[in-house]
């Protein structure tokens, strides 16, 4: 079911939370909301469940599923929410967890003894945890804590799943099994979902779509391709990934990579470290000369730090194969070429 | 580990244990074998004494009123303390602590001066035929007063500690406030509750100095346990002062005993529940 969100905006006491946002999320997606801390991304997500509410405003509403629930609480609005350190029921065990939200029901809506009994049975398989029912959270791991979590919510067949920072408090590598799951669990019940997360690998490897959010406001929204091959912003090309900053000129219609910072006016010029070339002599329109300060090599790429003329570090990822051709060692003085570069202009009306 | 010698530790515990003997293993020794001087019969005329029986009655009822305010209050401040930021917040958490920081005298006196016949409402309340002050309600209500800040003090930092999270989940699980209460907030804070409603009992039924001022000391009538104690002993009825006396002195050790087994359940369900990361 979509998710609407109109004109919102958020203050605590003189802190901005958000800034006139809108968002849209159509049924059955999967998106994330991407930005630093501060940036609001909790906060937005906050508001759809119902746990904050807006800043009163003509026109700021959130919808879902086509229906108005801006004057709802956060009881009456059925969204599974998902909590970055898991809030489960401590003194609950796994079982009655989950079936929380169908045991508060009203008498007329509550389902009997042992169709509850079933639909946690049901979940606990989806999960993967059958045989840890009686558990209670402190005897589980995070990562099972956080699965009991995702199937409690899901218990009360949520028109929409909201997550905040699921992954945030778990180790690397459970971290990145749990957020494949994760997809996988998504592409199976296909439940509309909002997905907070700082950390860009997960929002590109998880989400259908990138919501980029940076102080109170949306940066960008795109796929995970549009918005790591085009971003919007400066501040989009630096969150999504390491990146090189180089200052330049526009001259006859083409960009010039200047020395410093004061020869380079106008135009700043972003390059992705796997973007840009070394080789041993100059070669191509626009070669920067650097030394290499230092070659990392544990990993599935090669990494090399290099010192442009003015000091200035660059920061340059290549396959191990170019890394044996170039027969690269410390204090060589190489070459350094941008295969693609992304420009913003400054603006000069300012 | 400790790199002190022996003898230093020796010294040290052995000084500790000595110190503990004398000022609390004695005493109460003392007052048990005091109350037995006589023999268990007189011990037990002591205590059936129909002047012990009403101060015995009075000292649980006022408890019995004391201890429930005191719950109720203490979790509804604890409460909004620990979830919302208010105007005014701090100044209810020092109001929760002032009864700790007046000494009780002070507070009975506080009534005398309100409710009593020469205070600002004693010529109202003796008009409409109420008596609060040396009386039973004067009592309870010294007793509320003095036992004020147990239970809150107690749930402040546990609820702050425990935070929102789970209370939000329940509600965005479609459960109401009140479900949300007896399902997720009890539940999470019955061990602490326990420590602070067992601290504020034994308060409530030992407390003698705010008591003492508004009670009027009036046998049968407004004497709790504790004044009785002081009564038969200043009548050198010491054999049934100190009968009278293991009764409270037993309350402490039963306190006691119901207190560390709290901590240890306490500390052993903090344990478990510390966040850890990773399969």
């Known amino acids: 079911m979509s998710i609407d969100v109109r004109n919102v905006s958020k203050t605590f006491g003189n802190y901005v939370a958000l800034r006139d946002v809108s968002l849209r999320v159509d049924n059955g997606e999967l998106v994330a909301l991407l930005g630093p801390s501060g940036s609001g991304k909790t906060t937005l997500l906050r508001i759809i469940a119902g746990l904050e509410t807006p800043d009163p405003a003509d026109g700021s509403?959130?919808?879902?599923?086509?229906?108005?629930?801006?004057?709802?609480?956060?009881?009456?609005?059925?969204?599974?929410?998902?909590?970055q350190h898991y809030a489960l029921f401590r003194h609950m065990t796994v079982f009655e967890n989950i079936a929380f939200g169908l045991r508060v029901r009203p008498r007329r809506e509550r389902a009997p003894n042992g169709e509850i009994r079933d639909r946690v049975n049901q979940l606990l398989a989806l999960i993967q945890l059958d045989g840890l029912a009686h558990r209670y959270p402190a005897q589980l791991s995070g990562g099972q804590r956080q699965r009991v979590a995702l199937a409690r919510a899901l218990a009360i067949e949520p028109k929409v799943l909201l997550l905040d920072?699921?992954?945030?408090?778990?180790?690397?590598?459970?971290?990145?099994?749990?957020?494949?799951?994760?997809?996988?669990?998504?592409?199976?019940?296909?439940?509309?979902?909002?997905?907070?997360?700082?950390?860009?690998?997960?929002?590109?490897?998880?989400?259908?779509?990138?919501v980029v959010m940076n102080q109170a406001r949306i940066e960008q929204t795109g796929t995970p391709e549009e918005v790591?091959?085009?971003?919007?912003?400066?501040?989009?090309?630096?969150?999504?990934?390491?990146?090189?900053?180089?200052?330049?000129?526009?001259?006859?219609?083409?960009?010039?990579?200047?020395?410093?910072?004061?020869?380079?006016?106008?135009a700043r010029i972003f390059v992705r470290p796997f973007d840009l070339e070394i080789h041993r002599e100059a070669k191509g329109d626009t070669p920067l000369a650097a030394r290499v300060k230092r070659i990392q090599s544990a990993g599935p790429s090669v990494k090399v730090e290099l010192a442009g003329e003015n000091g200035q570090p660059i920061l340059v990822e290549m396959p191990h194969e170019r890394l044996r051709e170039l027969e690269l060692k410390r204090d060589d003085t190489v070459f350094v070429n941008p295969r693609e570069a992304r420009v913003f202009l400054e603006d000069y009306s300012i | 580990m400790t790199t002190e010698p022996a003898w230093m530790r020796g010294l040290l515990l052995g000084s500790a244990l000595l110190f503990l003997g004398c000022f609390l293993v004695l005493p109460l020794v003392t007052v048990f074998t005091e109350a037995l001087r006589k023999g268990v019969g007189a011990y037990l005329a002591s205590i059936g004494d129909p002047a012990a029986v009403s101060a015995i009655r009075l000292t649980l009822l006022a408890a019995g009123i004391a201890v429930p305010a005191n719950v109720v209050f203490g979790v509804a401040a604890s409460w909004a303390i620990a979830r919302f930021e208010f105007p005014g917040r701090s100044v209810l958490i020092t109001l929760i602590d002032l009864p700790f920081a007046v000494s009780p005298v002070i507070s009975g006196l506080i009534y005398v001066l309100l409710f009593g016949m020469q205070g600002a409402l004693g010529p109202w309340l003796a008009a409409h035929n109420m008596q609060i002050i040396?009386?039973?309600?004067?009592?309870v209500l010294a007793t509320v007063f003095v036992t004020f800040p147990f239970v809150a003090r107690e749930l402040i930092p546990l609820m702050q500690e425990q935070g929102s999270e789970e209370e939000e989940a329940a509600l965005l699980l479609g459960a109401s406030g009140w479900q949300t209460f007896w399902r997720v907030t009890l539940p999470n804070i019955k061990w602490g509750l326990l420590y602070g409603v067992i601290l504020c009992n034994a308060r409530a039924m030992g407390e003698f100095g705010a008591v003492s001022v508004v009670s009027g000391h009036i046998r049968g009538k407004?004497?709790?346990v504790p004044l009785h104690v002081e009564i038969l002993y200043n009548e050198y009825n010491f054999a049934g002062a100190?009968?009278?006396?293991?009764?409270?002195?037993?309350?402490?050790?039963?306190t006691l005993a119901i207190k560390s087994a709290l901590e240890w359940k306490i500390r052993a369900e903090t344990a478990a529940l510390r966040p850890e990361g990773g399969e």
């Open chain 1, 61 to 83: 509403t959130v919808i879902v599923a086509g229906e108005d629930i801006t004057a709802r609480n956060a009881q009456e609005r059925r969204v599974g929410f998902v909590f």
């Open chain 1, 165 to 210: 920072e699921p992954f945030g408090a778990l180790d690397a590598k459970v971290r990145q099994e749990l957020r494949r799951w994760l997809r996988r669990l998504h592409d199976e019940i296909h439940v509309t979902s909002v997905l907070v997360t700082h950390d860009q690998d997960e929002a590109l490897e998880v989400a259908d779509r990138i």
């Open chain 1, 228 to 266: 790591f091959h085009n971003p919007a912003s400066e501040f989009v090309m630096e969150f999504l990934g390491q990146v090189n900053l180089f200052h330049g000129r526009v001259e006859s219609g083409k960009v010039v990579v200047a020395a410093s910072k004061e020869a380079g006016a106008g």
């Open chain 2, 134 to 139: 040396f009386a039973v309600p004067g009592i």
């Open chain 2, 222 to 224: 407004t004497n709790t």
């Open chain 2, 242 to 254: 100190f009968a009278v006396a293991s009764l409270l002195a037993l309350l402490a050790l039963v």
